[in-house]
């Protein structure tokens, strides 16, 4: 099957992407049975040959390609003007083909194509994507964020209160990574204790 990835929240999107290849393989083969490729190098061929690999744990093979997508994304604009840099199209290259090449591979493969931010005329999403192989991770908005805090602090064996949560938002600026090494230090730095503002200062 083909899963797509992507989102600004790139925090979300690799921890989904964790419990996925989780729920695909065995747990004995999870570190073993993961093939990755970089998808800023990636060629057609690169990804088809790795669906196409045996596993010797009977289980489907899992690849992961990030930053695929990306490629394919169109020139940002300054001023106005297009910058210099072309377009990576499909039409007459080398991935022209490669959406109806895939639907092959997949059948016998978990391809994982996982990317940040992601543009709506990205032509390889487009020629890709599915109602059901997409999932798309926003950013979190102010109520989202708070909530996402206190759920993470209480993961780590953690009670926090409100004036920690708005401070750890305010400092973080929606940066998921930083909250969760901070709320994993807090965690062990209270040891039980509310988390509270005078802790997060």
Known sequence: MLHIVFGPDTFSSHEYVRELVASLLPRDSIGDGVIRIEGKTATPTDILDACGQVSLFGAKPVVIVEGLLARFEPPKRSGGRSKTRRRRTLENTEWSDFALRVQAAVA???????DGALGATNELLAALRSKDNVRVFPLPGDEDLHTWIVERARKAGAR???GAVRQLASQSQ?????????????????QGRMITRQSVA
């Open 174 to 190: 929606g940066d998921l990574w930083y909250l969760a090494s901070e709320l994993d230090k807090l965690s062990v730095y209270c």
């Open 160 to 162: 926090i209160d409100d």
């Open 108 to 114: 016998t493969a978990d391809l994982i194509l996982l």
